[in-house]
């Protein structure tokens, strides 16, 4: 059944998917490290630099508040099912 719970949980999903993508191992493997898409100064970032600067915030700011919210629904899940 297509519910609000199970709509917050697919977007819990995607974010902890965000959340483990390591710049080392993965990102620079497929050309999106860190030192590609740098642009000069006054120009408008790119989509990869914009979606680059996403992924850094989401690993950066969302760390400690993923670990709660992922504590929550493996409770919920074990209490209801």
């Known amino acids: 059944a297509f519910t609000l719970y199970s709509l917050l949980q697919a977007a819990l999903l995607f974010v902890n998917a965000i959340a483990v993508l390591h710049e080392e191992r993965f990102l620079r493997n ?7 898409g740098i642009g000069g100064f006054g120009e408008e970032p790119g989509i990869k630099a914009q979606l680059m600067n996403l992924i850094r915030s989401v690993r950066t700011v969302m760390r400690v508040p993923l670990i709660a919210v992922n504590s929550i629904t493996i409770v919920l899940l074990f209490l209801f099912g």
């Open 30 to 36: 497929v050309g999106w490290g860190t030192d590609q």
